[in-house]
Structure formats: structure tokens, C-alpha cells
């Protein structure tokens, strides 16, 4: 492995610790027997009679575990829905296992099971929310009549689409009973907690999870604005409902705080860069788009690097963080990270030194086995030799079949966290 290759590795993983859920949520919480803090908020145990813990997402089996260890039995049970893959144990909240990105019958009882707790609150019940990046696809809770197998359908359109996650979730709320605000609905008049994991650019509280338990300001017509622009249609006689918006008095018991994002991942890799004798550039932290539009962008900048020193001289570092979206043409396997880079590696061929990474923090792109992957200038000239035709791997849509042959392929497995992506470029 080449240092910049090893250099690349370990700026991703100073990403990744830097948004461990479990650390996250211990770095934002205190207990001292009696009160506890959330930031500005001042929760006083013995003002209730209960503590709740429902949620959902990839990194909310770790942030549970977080508020077990500090809490106790203090806890008096809760429900989490989770990806598959998850290994974490607790000792008070349960954890359903469920699918992602496509929902199944599992998060559908799930839903239900927290939707039960929910309503079963009262006044003198504390309910903490845990929502991480994910949540969106395991709390499905289709509003009838849309069946599982119509929001099912639904989702595969939209995700093949190119839609955004802020336009797919603004969809999903307005057919679900317990996204956009509806899950507070539920818990009022209770006192309501939500702890959050952004994944989704710009940190919008709205858009994570589809905000199940924060007000939305979006409508039924921004819904069906997003179906008409890509194209999909509602299901035969399923119609949308609205949420309930700012200033509803079901939120007035309701805080919010979040406990990680991609800005503290993009920080830490920044960090570790300058540490390893880069000059580091956030070009990003709210990268959106095309992955091969944002590919081509990030390759133009590596090449006014290496061709006249600016924005930054080298040995150089770009960093973006974000989510892009793949638009599906072809019939490969792969993810936007592993498209990101191959498209990246395409257009910086025969340009000089470069080390390209670009990586999911769930440790999940796409339908896949990597978390991303991670290339120089050698690999072109070594696909070459296999007889890999980069551009028509690319056309397919199929970056895994090309990286794996390569060796290039980044897996982590499950890292039980999700604050969107990291996208690594080293000038050396």
C-alpha cells in the first residue's frame, strides 16, 4: 500500500471516531444521580414516574447503549429499530431488527410497537427519542391505505430516481402516521427528548429521520411537487395527509439535541491531515448533486492543484462531506461513493499524483458489501491490464465489479454510525 493510500485510510478513520454514537451521546449527556442535563435542558428524575427510550436508525442501537450506561435502571424499558448487522445488547430497551433502505414487515411492527409506548405516555413520563441516519426507512408506518408494499415500491423508485434525501423524505411524511411530527403527537402530553445523528446535509432536525418528532414546515403540495418533478406516481387511491407544523401545541413538552454531524467528521479528518503534513481544504460540508457532476468538480480542483499550486499549494489535502445521488442507467452493482471515485479517477487520468477516497460513515454504500473505495493513478493503468474498461463500468453503474478485481474496495462493515459521507483527495 502506498503512504498516500495508508494516509487516506487514517483520515477516515479519524473521521469516523469522531462521530462514534456511543462517545456522541456521552459527550452531551450528564447524570448526577438526580438531574439530567442535556445541554441547557434540566431534566429532574423525580418529576416522573417513567423514562421511555423509543427510536430508530443506524447509530441508535449505540446511542441506547449510551443511555443505559448512564442512566441505569433508571430506564424503565423502550423499543429501538435497527438495521441488520447490529450486534449491540441491552439490558432494558429492546431492539427490533429490521430492513434498510427498502422497509419490511419487521420495522412495520416495530413502528407499531413505538407508536404503543408512545401513546401510552402521560404527563409525569419522560420519553427519549433516539434518530440517527436511516430512520426514515425503518419506521415505516404507512398511513392506510397505503400498504408495505406500495411505500415499498414507492422507495425503490424514488432511490432510483436521483431524488434527494430531503425530497424523498419530505414524500414519506405525508403517507406515514408517525414521520414529520406524528411521533410527538403521539408522545404529548408527555415530556419528550429527541437525541440526534444528522445524515442528511445541512443538518435540518425536519429532514433526519423525516422528523418524526419535530415540527415540519413542509406540505402536501411540496410532496407531490417532488413525485411530479421525478416522475412517480402515488399508488391507486392513496392520497397524502398534512403533519403538524411549527407552533402546534404538541411540541410545547417537546427538545431537541444533537449529538453529531458531518461537520465534526470533516473537522477530525481535517485534523489528522494537517497532522500527517497536509495542507487541508474543506471544500464542504453540504455537498449535494449528481455523483459524477460533484466527481468532475473535485477533479478540476486536484488538477489546479497539481498544474498551478492554487487554492493550495501542496502536499494538499480536499475534504467535502454531503451526500450525492446516483441517477440508475445501468444494471451494475455499486454506491455513490464507489461511483464518486471511479468517476473522479476517470477524469484525473494521466493528470499526476492523486489518492482519491470517498466513503460511507455507515460503513454501507449502496447495495453493497463496501463502505466506498479508494484509488490513485495507479489503477486505471492496472484495470487496464486486467482488460476493465473504466468508462463502461461506470456507464453500468457498476464501480463494485470494477474496484473489486482491484483489491480497492473499502469495507468496514457496519460502523453502527451514519453522519453521511467523507470524500478524501491527497496531492502529494
Known sequence: M???????????????????PHQAVLDHLSFDGRVLKASRKRFRLSDFDSIQVIGAGKASAAMAQAVERLLGRRVSGGFINVPDGIATRLRRIQLQRCGHPIPDQRGVDGA???????????????????????????????????????????TKRLLASGATIHEMNTVRKHLSVIKGGQLAQAVFPATLLTLLISDVVGDNLEVIGSGPTVPDPSTVADAQRVLDRYGVPLPAAVTMHETPKPGDPVFLRASELMVASNKQA????????????????????????????????????????????????????????????????????????????LAAAIALASSGPVTILSAGTDGIDGPTDAAGAIADSSTLPRASELGLDPRQFLDNNDSYRFFEPLNALLKTGPTGSNVADVRVLLIP
Open 112 to 154: 407499531r410497537c413505538i407508536l404503543e409506548i408512545a401513546h401510552a405516555a402521560g404527563p409525569r413520563d419522560l420519553v427519549i427519542a433516539l434518530i440517527s441516519g436511516g430512520a426514515s426507512a425503518m419506521l415505516p408506518a404507512p398511513a392506510p391505505p397505503l400498504t408495505l408494499e406500495g411505500k415499498q415500491e414507492l
Open 266 to 341: 470533516i473537522a477530525a479528518a481535517a485534523k489528522q491531515a494537517r497532522e500527517l503534513g497536509y495542507r487541508a481544504v474543506v471544500l464542504s460540508t453540504t455537498i449535494e448533486g449528481e455523483t459524477r457532476d460533484i466527481a468532475s468538480m473535485h477533479a478540476r480542483i486536484a488538477r489546479e492543484i497539481l498544474e498551478t499550486g492554487r487554492p493550495v499549494r501542496r502536499p494538499a489535502c480536499l475534504l467535502s462531506g454531503g451526500e450525492t445521488t446516483v441517477t440508475l442507467r445501468g444494471k451494475g452493482s455499486g454506491g455513490r461513493n464507489q461511483e464518486f471515485v
Open 2 to 20: 502506498s503512504r498516500e493510500r495508508h494516509h487516506a485510510l487514517q483520515i477516515f478513520r479519524a473521521a469516523l471516531r469522531a462521530v462514534d
